[in-house]
């Protein structure tokens, strides 16, 4: 789960970090109060959105005086800001930070992630700080610095002092810079985040080290645990379809192809993305159904699928152990009574129940449904459907 930079900076400043200081508003008036409350000589406007790029895409805006905060706090909201973390369709913008402005000598990069080679926490640190950090990662690896933290006694002081000197901060301020770092890596554990990101963390003029852009993501599978995080989700900056699927207890990815794919088990449902590639779709989402489906869960997995237009055939691709083929029919079944169908199905399913299951589906007659035996025939036959249904559009 993703949260806003404001509360990300909240957060932080709970965990000892310097941030500016700021307030979140929601119309011009507001950032406008907050503004004069602020009574910087420099305030800065900031779009919040959950996806980062947002200086170069315009969401990002220095204001000298209180006539100028109103005046891009206006142009800010309600606009859609397109960067390259947001996809084409860009973000609404219906929030924004409004903060003192810094006097930055110097911008720096710090990230805290996990490691999935090694299995461990991971800092990194690097000199080139308000940049893409793939891009520095792609073009001067060089300059980025790492810290294995040893799970089993957790991040070392020598460490931060080390990560610290790597990335170059002067000596009169290496010490908040190390203090910062340890605080960072605190609140990444305490919290579960599965990424916690500054950049730019700055070196300002006044020789203080302070967080300019915030960036917190949670593992979703810790959450049950952390009801202060739950409680910052903002849903309008969530996939309906994934939210609804959550709700449903559904594991949904959307992936923004037209072949929507119903599996059970993660390992079908990769495979399943796979050779929907290969014979030349592009899967609409990644959903496991689990291994405790119930008619109900099926059909409204099925709705999700079809709700917004998106998907133009459903590959239902079932291997029943848990499961069974028979369950998975009836939701199909239900499915086309209560949401109706409007897209063609093709199902393949095999295991426990098939024959009941393919029978309920053969009793059915849904003209929409196409019976298929194998894997490699249903997903040939949804792509082109699928196609067909694009050449007839
Ligand atoms: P992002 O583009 O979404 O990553 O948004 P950031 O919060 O990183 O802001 C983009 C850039 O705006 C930063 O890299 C800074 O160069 C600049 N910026 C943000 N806040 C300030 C500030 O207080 N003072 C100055 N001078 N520049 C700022
Ligand atoms: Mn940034």
Known sequence: MNIHEYQAKQLMKWYGIDVPNGQPAFSPEEAARVAKDLGSDVVVVKAQIHAGGRGKAGGVKLAHNIDEVKYFASQILGKKLVTHQTGPEGKVVNRLLIE???HIEKEYYLGVTIDRDSAEVILMGSPEGGMEIEKVAAETPDRIFMEHINPAVGLQPFQAKRLAYNMGFPEKVAGKAQKLILNLYTLFVEKDCSLAEINPLVLTK??????????????????????????LRDESEEDPKERAAAKASLSYVNLGGDVACMVNGAGLAMATVDIIKFYGGEPANFLDVGGDSTVEKIAEAIGIMQSDGQAQSIFVNIFGGINKCDVIAGGIVEAAKLVGL?????????????????????????PMVHLVEKMEEGAKLAVELAAKVKEGA
């Open 100 to 102: 003192e402005g810094s």
């Open 206 to 231: 006044e020789n203080n080290v302070v967080a300019l852009d915030a960036k917190l993501n949670f593992d979703d599978s810790a959450l049950f645990r952390h009801n202060e995080i739950e409680a």
């Open 342 to 366: 409007k897209i063609p199905v093709v199902a393949r399913l095999d295991g426990t129940n098939v024959e009941a299951g393919r029978k309920i589906l053969a009793d059915a007659k849904l």
